[in-house]
């Protein structure tokens, strides 16, 4: 891990979302109190904005075919 002031933390070479769900998997094996209710909220930012996926999805998908969607959603449409 390294710090790089109050709200930056980069975990080097670890894709953002990995390092998310790890910190949660670990909060929930070791920091959870189970005599106490909780509520987790687990987000992970990376589809929010030009971050790059990890490596291992590169060629995901790669030989499915996609289908454009048609424009705006029906609930747009009929409004």
Known sequence: MISHGK?????????????ITDITLDW????LNQEKPFFLMHHYK?????????????DYLKEVDIPEPSLGSVVARDL
């Open 7 to 19: 709200n930056t933390i980069k975990y080097k070479g670890e894709h953002s979302t990995d390092v």
């Open 28 to 31: 929930l094996k070791e920091g």
């Open 46 to 58: 990376a589809p929010h904005d030009y971050f790059q996926n990890a490596l291992r999805y590169e």
